[in-house]
């Protein structure tokens, strides 16, 4: 026998002495099933067949989950060049499983993985670089990455594709392809994209014909799927009675219903109906519970309105406010980062440089009297 098949076989057999979960004591016994081979595989030096391993542990799939398992072994096969494995590692600093959120590396990993040809991975790479969070922007790439995932059967992309020629942002605008991406998405079962051909019926766009019924039907039938856009845009129809009889309760349901399905724009306009009493009983509890979640999901507009209810003593304590201003100014809302100055520059222990630093990013968030206080934060008055 030759040296180097003596030496895959030593790999192979120390592999199955190393995973006794899945080999049995001794390494020896019956025959080996296909999951006991390719862990041996993996432990034996082909690595590329770690990634599997990781999924088994991330996914729980005969094994306990345990994410710190799943992650070194998504290691191990994307060193070895695995593109799943890179996609899958590159997922899991996407979304802080195991461990801490790292856009930056998620975004190597997943553009590494998009390219050797995980189109799963194109299309989680392309969110990045569409909206920047990564650190980089690049629409262009974002475009490309869509166009590669969709024509591999991946719904969202073909959604995501289709607002981009819709939009016209780096490509020509296409409306009809536009229609065409999302009717083909929304019929494979991608909610979002239901909602946004509902809106080509009813802005009459993409050689549809304007109709609001049919733009209703669309709407329902995305929210039903649980995307939250579909029930905000139904809750707005029920309100002008578009397409549909008016009905501010029904109003109510759908904007409540968009933020149970993690709308922030949704919790936002529920939060609303109930401070304002709109198709529900007016109430300040449950108005700042929405805001509240509003918040957490990024729009900074409802951290805000949620510091204004500590602030002008609706809720309780009072100090709890500097919490959503904070929030909001970090959301990029200028308003919030003035508040949240204020507060540090009168508060019981003033902290200036902290102040300062809010006003320099509500100067950059457009709000120009965050640009003259900004210079030199005032001491409080007495």
């Keep these: 026998m030759a040296a180097g098949q003596t030496g895959t076989l030593h790999r192979v057999a120390s ?6 979960a899945f080999a049995a004591p001794g390494c020896s016994g019956p025959e080996l099933t ?7 595989s993996c432990h034996g030096g082909r690595l590329r067949d770690c990634g599997e391993v990781g999924t088994w542990y991330q996914s729980g799939n005969g094994v306990p989950v345990n994410t710190g398992k799943a992650q070194g072994y998504f290691e191990q096969g994307c060193s070895a060049g695995d593109a799943r494995s890179c996609g899958h590692l590159g997922n899991m600093y996407r979304m802080g ?15 590494g993985a998009c390219v ?24 262009a790439k974002a475009a490309k990455y869509y166009q590669a995932a969709c024509n591999d059967g991946d719904h969202r992309a073909c959604a995501n594709l289709g607002t981009i020629f819709s939009e016209g942002v780096v490509v020509q605008q296409d409306d009809r392809y536009a229609v065409k991406l999302f009717n083909a998405a929304c019929e494979a079962g991608w909610g979002p994209a239901c909602s946004s051909e509902g809106r080509m019926h009813e802005l009459g766009r993409g050689g549809l014909e304007q109709s609001p019924t049919q733009a209703v039907t669309l709407y329902n039938k995305a929210c039903d799927m649980g995307a939250g856009s579909g029930c905000l845009l139904m809750a707005h129809a029920c309100e002008r009675g578009m397409g549909i009889q ?3 309760t029904r109003a109510a349901a759908y904007f409540v219903r968009s933020c149970e399905r993690g709308h922030a724009v949704g919790c936002h306009y529920a939060a609303q109906v109930y401070e304002q009493g709109r198709g529900v009983l007016a109430s300040r509890e449950r108005a700042l519970e ?10 900074g507009i409802s951290c805000a309105a949620a510091g204004g209810y500590y602030e002008q003593g609706h809720a309780s304590p009072p100090t709890r406010a500097e919490y959503f201003w904070e929030r909001g100014c970090g959301c990029d809302h200028g308003l919030s980062c003035i508040k949240l100055a204020e507060m540090l520059k009168r508060g019981p222990t003033p902290d200036l440089e902290r102040a300062r630093r809010a006003l320099q990013r ?10 003259a206080e900004s210079v030199t934060p005032r001491e409080p008055t007495k």
């Design 97 to 111: 499983i195991g461990g801490r959120i790292d856009l930056p590396r998620a975004l190597i990993l997943l553009q």
């Design 246 to 248: 008016s009905d501010t």
């Design 116 to 139: 050797a040809g995980d189109l799963r991975s194109c299309t989680l790479a392309a969110i990045l670089l569409e909206d920047g969070t990564a650190g980089v922007k690049d629409m």
């Design 362 to 371: 509500a100067c950059g968030l457009g709000e120009k009297w965050g640009c």
């Design 15 to 20: 592999g199955l002495c190393a995973f006794a």
């Design 34 to 40: 296909e999951r006991e081979l390719i862990v041996a």
């Design 290 to 299: 929405l805001y509240g979640r509003a918040c957490d999901l990024g729009s």
